[in-house]
Structure formats: C-alpha cells, structure tokens
C-alpha cells in the first residue's frame, strides 16, 4: 500500500499546480516536495505528474490517483473529526482562521480572556486572507468577511465591518475632495469588495499608492499619503485620523463564522465559538444596527 505521506505531498502538488507551490503550502522544501512525488510514483510504478518548466500537469492515471487520493484524505479527516469530537471537555488544540485586519486589531486583545477561562484550549491563530477548508482541516474554525460557501460546513453571521474614508488631519487636501488622493490595494486585490467600492469613489481621482496590507494603509494615512477606505473599528479612535465625508454609497462587510458541521458540537470547539460570539456582539462597533 503507498504510504499516505507520500499522497499527502502529491494532493498538495495536484491542488496547487506547482512544486514550489506545493512545498510553501506544506511549509517544506522544493526537494523534499519532489523525493515525495518520485517516492509514490516508484510505490504504485506509474508516472503521476508531468514535470514540466512552469507548472506539473497531472497524466491521466495521476487524475484518477488524485479523485481517489481526495476520498482518502475525506475519511482521514472525518476520522480527525470524529476523534476530537468525542474527546474529553474542554482539552486539546483549535486551530482559528481568521483575516489579519480582525486577528492584529481585534482577536489578540482578548485571547487572554479566553485562556483563563479555557485553560485547557490551546488556540492557534491563523491570520489568512484566503479562504480555508474546513473539510481538509486547515483550520477547525474559521472568521470571514465572506459568506463561506463550502457544503460540509455550518455558517452564522456574527456582525459587520463597516468602512468609511480617513485622511490625516494634517493632510493638506482634507477639505478639497476634487484634490484627494487614494491610498489603494494592488493588482492582486483587484476582485475584493472594499477595493472595488474604494475605486468607485475615486473615481478618476488619482491613486497615491498600492499596498496589499490594510494595517499599511492605516500607517499610510497617517502619515499623509493621502485617502483611505479603513474599517471604522481600526480608524475611529485614532487621535491623528479625520473620517472624511463621502458622496455615493456606503460600504460594509458582514462577520462570518463557521465550523465543520462534524465539529460543532466538540466541547473545545463550542467554546471558542462561544468565545467569538461573545467578543463580536459586545463591540458595538461590529453591530448590525449601527
């Protein structure tokens, strides 16, 4: 029977489409990547993936191996489930993906609340941007900006992130918006709602700078470089940010959580859910009714 380390590395190439790829997302190196492949490869006697310049491209037999590959990952997993599910209460790890703006300005001012009152949770914070799955354990729970869509998974809404303008109150232009200049995302956030919104409202008004990261959009601001579309819970009490008044819509994003539907009623996972819950609707800044 092929060792099921080896599929595990090969899974990771077939999903991703590239060894480097692969080896980032398994935190490994590109050799220990392409020893894994060649080891499964010589196990079942069959070339799997086809290596080539830019990309690995799956052969016909690697395309069955990794439809088959996914069903034993699946019970693996539902295994894993299954196990923390029936463990004692209030013990073991869980593992919280959520986005970095809520992880850096929100969660880590109350994880030491959370661990007097669950000392036996072990929380690993994960700050990701991208969507997890909770089907293939990458993160027991997850918070999103998103509604998450995966079938396995169960799905409540906690609140909402709204946004507003915010300028420093020493920019020069803070009261001539035919003037502003926006501090935007780059290219790789072209498709994300608050880059889409903010782009409407500047209109053909000129971009001052990209920065993929919202916190550097908060410095940015700060320091003059000109407009941005912050969460109001990040910005509001900064002493050196002005809100600046908008023509056009308003925008926010709504809190999502979820849990693999296996999961949800596993002691230490209710309690950090319990947990997210909790901290979520006593911010009056996360309220629906604002």
Not at 83 to 100: I, N, Q, W
Not at 168 to 197: C, M, R, T
Not at 246 to 269: C, Y
Request: net charge positive; aromatic share 6%; proline share 5%.
């Amino acid at each position: 029977m092929p060792d099921w380390e080896n599929i595990r590395y090969f899974l990771a190439v077939a999903r991703i489409g590239t060894l480097s790829g692969a080896a980032r997302s398994l935190k490994v190196d590109h050799a220990t990547i392409s020893r894994r492949l060649s080891a499964l490869e010589g196990e079942i006697e069959a070339i799997l993936v086809e290596r080539q310049p830019r990309a690995c491209k799956l052969t016909p037999i690697g395309q069955r191996v990794f439809e088959l590959a996914q069903q034993m990952e699946e019970g693996a997993h539902a295994i894993e489930r299954f196990l923390d599910a029936s463990r004692s209460p209030l013990s073991g790890k869980v593992t919280l993906s959520a986005p970095p703006v809520l992880v850096a300005n929100f969660l880590v001012k109350h994880l030491a609340v959370f661990r007097r009152s669950n000392p036996g949770v072990q929380l690993s914070v994960s700050c990701e941007a991208r969507q997890v799955s909770l089907s293939r354990r990458e993160a027991d729970v997850v918070l999103r900006l998103a509604r998450p869509e995966e079938p396995t998974s169960v799905v409540r809404k906690l609140g909402r992130v709204s946004f507003g303008l915010y300028a420093s109150k020493d920019y020069p232009h803070l009261h001539n918006p035919s003037a502003w200049e926006f501090i935007a995302y780059d290219a790789g956030f072209v498709g994300v709602p608050q880059q889409k919104w903010l782009m409407r409202v500047a209109a053909k008004r000129p971009i001052a700078c990209e920065i993929s990261d919202i916190n550097g959009h908060l410095v940015a601001a700060r320091a003059g470089a000109g407009v941005a579309g912050l969460p109001d819970f990040l910005a509001a009490a900064d002493a050196k940010l002005q809100r600046v008044t908008q023509s056009g819509e308003a925008f926010s994003r709504d809190i999502w959580m979820a849990v693999h539907r296996d999961l949800r009623r596993s002691p230490q996972i209710r309690a950090v859910m319990d947990f997210l819950v909790k901290i979520v609707s006593e911010n009056s800044a996360f309220s629906d009714k604002r």
